[in-house]
């Protein structure tokens, strides 16, 4: 490879390099925390198994429309409230925000207080919606 290249277009450089390593973290960083992924399609078979359907969003974005029978639990309040999930220790929780960010750090709160099978819904409320599934007020 040429370094001349490199010196003059070190910012592409830079951007592909960063790019390359955000995509593989996509791959792996749900693998290395122990939570599982859920797209539409895996999100509805939990629902229809009766998995606990854990909505981390505000109390707004909760009342504005969300999966019929989540429990709702906004993130900021769930370190304090975990307790009342304890029944579901050892039952499959799909956990889902509006996009799958706040989800995500809900499922590692859970992972970490002994919580066996915990999924985030990639794409969360928007892509429940954009699948054109059941919400409800």
């Not at 490199?6 to 925390?33: P, T």
């Amino acid at each position: 490879m040429d370094v001349q290249f490199l010196q003059d277009n070190w910012m592409m450089a830079a951007l592909a390099v960063v790019s390359g390593a955000m995509l593989i973290w996509s791959f792996i960083g749900s693998k290395l925390s122990g939570v599982e992924q859920a797209d539409t399609l895996k999100a509805t078979r939990l629902y229809n198994d009766d998995a606990l359907i854990l909505d981390v969003r505000e109390d707004k974005e909760f009342a504005s429309g969300h999966i019929p029978k989540a429990r709702h639990i906004p993130l900021g309040k769930l370190a304090g409230r975990i307790q009342e999930l304890e029944k579901y220790k050892g039952k499959p929780i799909l956990v889902t925000c509006r996009s799958g960010q706040r989800s995500a750090r809900a499922c590692g709160m859970l992972k970490k207080a002994g919580f066996e099978t915990v999924y985030n819904q990639e794409g969360g409320i928007i892509a429940w919606e954009r699948a054109n599934l059941p919400v409800t007020k």
